[in-house]
Structures are given as structure tokens and as C-alpha cells.
């Protein structure tokens, strides 16, 4: 039943973030983490890492290296810190930390902020996505927040593109810090079929729902499963 809830889950993550460029994390990691910490945060790496490789190879003459290779940059130290704050927190910190990501990630989302994908700004998003992705999974909403005013194929290109640099350097940092190995691996194993047929799916049917009504939908789910982590650090 557990598996089933989590493939589910992925399953839903992946429609979401091939629709609006990022949101995998956001959706399962709270959810996950409720069945079993173990989910959080590599197995879900594992599962953005799948996604993004996909949808890289999609959208890939839309990628901008030139604009990226800034957020790289600034991913690099941000995996860092985001490892060592692995081997400070305990798992019922985690949660709740986990849980503060996911809300702040559905502010971002919510706010009427205007950024300019300038070399800083690319720079600081980075290291912002690169510390909560690897401390928590959630690293899509700095990336996204700095590029949700350009095209859409640009949009999903380049969020697909810098996932695929970042959790291959988060999984690094999680297996230098002891918290991605042989157990992680295998729980994750029935979580990457789930996130194929995620990204299947929505390039079959996407067009036929509205993009803000699944953008509205999945911020509400998103800030249920927030709440519900924080909720468990007190219980």
C-alpha cells in the first residue's frame, strides 16, 4: 500500500513539473517523508534526476548554456551547504524544515516578483536551489522564480537542463555525507517507472487541461503536504 501511495505521488509530481517546468519535489517529499524518511531527500533526487534527463532531451534546442553555466556556479557551494546541513539536523527537524521549504516555495510562486535573469541573479539562485535541494529535495522554486517571466519551451528547457547538473550534485553530496546508498537506491527503484509514465502522460494530454487550473491545483497540494510535515516536527 505504501508503494503504491508513493508511486502515485511521483506519478503526479512528474505531470505537474512537465507542465510547469518544476514541482516534482515540491508535491512528493512531504508526502513521502510521511510514509517513510527514506524517500527524502535522494530517492526523490533520483526521480527529478529521471524527469529532467527527459525533458532535457525534449526542449533541448531551447537550452541556454550560456545563461545556465551562472546558476552552476552557484549550485556548486549550495550543494555544499546543503550537505553539512545534512549531518547537523536530525529527521524530525528535517521534517520540519522540509515542510518550511514547500511553503516558502508556494509564497515564491504565489508573489508578484519581477527578477531579471542577470548573472547574479542566475548566481544566487543557484546557491539557493542547490541548498534546499540537497537538504530537502525542493529546489526547483529560486531557479523557477528568476525564469518565470521568459517563453515557456524556455522556461522547461532550462529548469530540465540545470536539474540534471544539480541532482547529479546533490546525489554526490548525499553519498559523501552517508545519506544516499544501496537502501536509498532501492526504494527509488519502483519511483523512476512511475516518474516515466508521468512525463508520458503529460505529453499526451497536457493540452487539454487549463495550465492555471493545474498551476492552482497543485500549489494547494502543495501547501497541504507542507503544512502536514511541519505539523508532524510537534507531534
Request: with cysteine.
Amino acid at each position: 500500500m505504501e508503494i503504491a501511495i508513493a508511486v502515485a505521488v511521483i506519478f503526479i509530481g512528474a505531470y505537474v513539473q512537465c507542465s510547469i517546468g518544476f514541482g516534482l519535489a515540491i508535491i512528493a517529499a512531504p508526502v513521502l517523508f510521511l510514509i517513510d524518511p527514506l524517500y527524502v531527500p535522494a530517492p526523490i533526487t533520483i526521480s527529478a534526476l529521471t524527469l529532467s534527463f527527459a525533458n532535457a532531451y525534449r526542449h533541448w534546442h531551447s537550452i541556454s548554456f550560456a545563461g545556465l553555466k551562472y546558476a552552476i556556479l552557484g549550485r556548486v557551494p549550495g550543494t555544499v551547504a546543503g550537505g553539512l546541513l545534512l549531518l547537523w539536523i536530525d529527521q524530525r527537524a528535517l521534517a520540519l524544515w522540509l515542510g518550511i521549504s514547500v511553503l516558502i516555495a508556494v509564497l515564491l510562486s504565489l508573489a508578484n516578483v519581477v527578477l531579471k535573469p542577470t548573472a547574479g541573479a542566475l548566481f544566487t539562485a543557484g546557491f539557493l536551489s542547490g541548498f534546499m535541494g540537497t537538504s530537502s529535495s525542493v529546489g526547483g522554486p529560486p531557479m523557477a522564480l528568476v525564469l518565470q517571466h521568459q517563453n515557456n519551451d524556455y522556461i522547461r528547457a532550462n529548469l530540465a537542463a540545470f536539474f540534471v547538473v544539480s541532482c547529479m550534485l546533490s546525489l554526490a553530496m548525499m553519498a559523501a555525507v552517508n545519506r544516499f546508498g544501496l537502501q536509498e537506491m532501492l526504494i527509488s527503484l519502483p519511483l523512476m517507472p512511475a516518474t516515466l509514465v508521468g512525463y508520458w502522460v503529460a505529453t499526451k494530454t497536457l493540452h487539454l487541461i487549463s495550465h492555471q487550473n493545474l498551476r492552482r491545483f497543485s500549489l494547494i497540494l502543495c501547501a497541504v503536504a507542507g503544512s502536514a510535515a511541519i505539523a508532524t516536527y510537534w507531534i
